[in-house]
């Protein structure tokens, strides 16, 4: 129990100590982790790649996929990590990919416990977009919601947008801020 109430005053402590009101408006990204810009990764994109709209609040940008990245390279899936200004704390990520045509790897494990031995193999299929969460309307899209299941703020926001698969997910931001800052990407 004690434990349950230390995380919550972290939490809380956390949320209170990064302004949420002015993070939600949009993202001015810097690239404080990579010296690629987010121009040349829309060039090498096989898929339009949408970015938050900026204002005067700034965020330090992780390029986390593809890496590295490669200019010359066609690149089929990025994913953004969006950083407070300190560049400690993780605010929300974003992935987006085609959403017709693109392809995924699912690993499949099968344990044999009887014998101690254990098989993987992985099947490609078809991107399937997940219906699962509450319906939300992002700019006239239909787009899902799911929060996390330990209740704390965010969860994961999900939509297409001129055939890009967007996903975003926070445990910082809180549905509406999420929202608000879905309906300012461009």
């Not at 938050?52 to 390029?63: A, V």
């Not at 690149?75 to 605010?91: A, I, M, P, W």
């Not at 416990?113 to 319906?135: A, W």
Request: charged share 25%; aromatic share 10%; glycine share 6%.
């Amino acid at each position: 129990m004690l434990k349950r109430i230390v995380s919550l005053i972290f939490i809380f402590t956390l949320s209170v100590g990064i302004n949420n009101d002015l993070l939600i408006a949009s993202a001015k990204p810097t690239l404080a982790f990579s010296n690629v810009d987010l121009d040349k990764l829309q060039t090498a994109a096989d898929f339009k790649l949408f970015t938050p709209s900026c204002s005067d609040q700034s965020y330090k940008l992780e390029i986390k996929e593809p890496y590295p990245f490669a200019p010359s390279l066609s690149v089929s899936k990025v994913r953004l990590h969006f950083f407070d200004e300190s560049g400690q704390t993780y605010l929300f990520g974003i992935e987006e990919h085609k959403a017709g045509g693109y392809k995924i790897n699912r690993v499949i494990t099968n344990i044999d416990v009887r014998n101690r031995t254990s098989t993987t193999r992985t099947i490609v299929e078809d991107f399937k977009f997940n219906e699962h969460g509450e319906k939300m309307n992002i700019n006239g899209i239909e787009g899902r919601f799911e929060p996390w299941a330990n209740h704390i703020p965010g969860g994961y926001l999900r939509w297409v947008q001129n055939d890009t698969f967007i996903e975003m997910d926070s445990g910082e931001l809180t549905k509406e801020e999420m929202i608000a800052l879905a309906k300012s990407r461009r």
